[in-house]
């Protein structure tokens, strides 16, 4: 089992940049998928991006897709998410997620394959 906990949430303005940070314990981080995903008041979890467990790979969902940038060091095992021109629509809690499958052979966004979850940080972005 991972343990996963965020950080770098917090409030901002349209328009401005925040890096949210996810700092792994517990098993050989560089051999798994990490992922990204929210979920805004009274909506469900949805994805936002992953990186494969190489690094070599990355996925985005459209709406964030050109604004945000997932990456990651495995030196530290810690997976970060860059997050430029925010929108109030970004507004949500960030929660990190590992994949259970050691080096998947394809890049996965899919919820049900993260099995290790952190405790989300808030994002709230202002108009």
């Known amino acids: 089992q991972v343990q996963l906990v965020e950080s770098g949430g917090g409030l901002v303005q349209a328009g401005d940049s925040l890096r949210v940070s996810c700092a792994a314990s517990?098993?050989?981080?560089?051999?798994?998928?990490m992922g990204w995903f929210r979920q805004a008041p009274g909506k469900e979890r949805e994805f936002v991006a992953a990186?494969?467990?190489?690094?070599?790979?990355?996925n985005y969902a459209d709406s964030v897709k050109g604004r945000f940038t997932i990456s990651r060091d495995n030196a530290k095992n810690t997976v970060y998410l860059q997050m430029n021109s925010l929108k109030p629509d970004d507004t949500a809690v960030y929660y990190c997620?590992?994949?259970?499958?050691?080096?998947?052979?394809?890049?996965?966004?899919?919820?049900?394959?993260?099995?290790?979850w952190g405790q989300g940080t808030q994002v709230t972005v202002s108009s």
């Open positions: 517990g098993r050989t981080f560089s051999s798994y998928t």
């Open positions: 990186i494969k467990w190489s690094g070599g790979s990355t």
């Open positions: 997620a590992a994949d259970t499958q050691f080096q998947r052979t394809y890049l996965t966004v899919r919820p049900a394959d993260f099995g290790s």
